[in-house]
């Protein structure tokens, strides 16, 4: 998982230099393409939080993922709701695939873990998953979008990613 | 005299059979008790109120897409922000210093005197 999200990471950094190098500016990504890479990582967040309220036994951890499904949930209707204002198709991409891919190697890997390791592991990977999001969001995604509406959603997607990525810290220390 | 009588007795039935559905926001418009409204959006709490002195009520709504709450650092209040809901409590002298516990990067502080 983390070698994947650090790829994706370079991917899209390397795509923004990219776009400054080239003659017109025009964004190496298109808000299709935004909105579907957005959308997919919340339902990657979805799907880890379920697998965690089916295995997990701690209070600490299963609040946490109530949270992470309810709020990526929350973002995710309203970038479908948005995307049909605008009359977007979130487009599949390369991104898209390589986030899908490996949070399902990294899900095979936690299902075969069990109690306090599946916890910790659970946790760590949320801190890491986090992380790698944002980076793509604020380095990338968010100055490549072009859309005020899609943008402004993006913004409070970061910012919730931040505050996600702290909690999932705060939960990783205490799992210590 | 009697219309009056009779104009002021329907006046009170009216007040009387709409108090309890009412009865919080009555209460916040009492003489004297000011409503100091702190806006929810987009995962931050709007600008803080001014001025606030015991006994007015603060009031959170929440217009995010995002349930939020307004928990006070020192245990004193944890009031609920579904989506779209608005919440308040009376305010008691001191700072009120404030986060999200769902969203820890959500913070904010009320200077009551
Ligand atoms: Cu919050």
């Not at chain 1, 025009?26 to 579907?36: E, F, M, S, V, Y």
């Not at chain 1, 995604?141 to 910012?159: D, H, V, W």
């Not at chain 2, 650092?73 to 809901?85: C, E, Q």
Request: glycine share 6%; proline share 3%; hydrophobic share 50%.
């Amino acid at each position: 998982m983390n070698k994947s999200l650090l790829a994706l990471a370079l991917t899209l950094g390397l795509g923004s230099l990219a776009g400054v190098h080239a003659a017109t500016p025009a964004p190496a990504i298109n808000d299709a393409q935004i909105a579907h890479i957005a959308y997919t990582a919340g339902v990657i967040d979805v799907t880890a939080a379920k697998q965690a309220l089916q295995k997990s036994h701690s209070a600490d951890v299963r609040a946490f993922a109530e949270e992470m499904a309810r709020d990526h949930a929350a973002v995710n209707d309203q970038a479908l709701a948005l995307a049909k204002k605008l009359g977007v198709t979130p487009a599949d991409n390369a991104t898209s695939q390589s986030l899908a891919k490996g949070a399902a190697a990294e899900q095979k890997k936690l299902a075969a873990l069990s109690g306090a390791a599946y916890d910790k592991a659970y946790a760590d990977n949320e801190v890491a998953f986090h992380k790698a999001v944002l980076t793509a969001l604020d380095g990338t995604l968010i100055p490549s979008t072009q859309n005020a509406e899609l943008k402004s959603l993006l913004e409070t997607g970061s910012k919730l990613f931040h505050s996600h990525e702290m909690h999932a810290e705060h939960l990783a220390q205490s799992l210590k | 005299m009697l219309r009056t009588m009779i104009l002021l007795v329907a006046v009170l039935a009216f007040a009387g059979g709409f108090m309890p559905a009412v009865a919080a926001d009555t209460a916040a418009t009492a003489p004297g008790r000011r409503v100091h409204v702190i806006l929810v959006d987009k995962m931050a709490y709007g600008p803080m109120p001014t001025g606030v002195r015991a006994g007015d009520i603060i009031e959170w709504a929440n217009h995010d897409i995002l349930e939020h709450s307004a928990t006070a650092r020192d245990g004193r209040f944890d009031v609920d922000l579904k989506p779209g809901a608005s919440a308040h409590i009376t305010a008691t002298a001191g700072t009120l210093a404030f986060f999200c516990k769902f969203h820890p990067t959500m913070t904010g502080s009320v200077v009551v005197k």
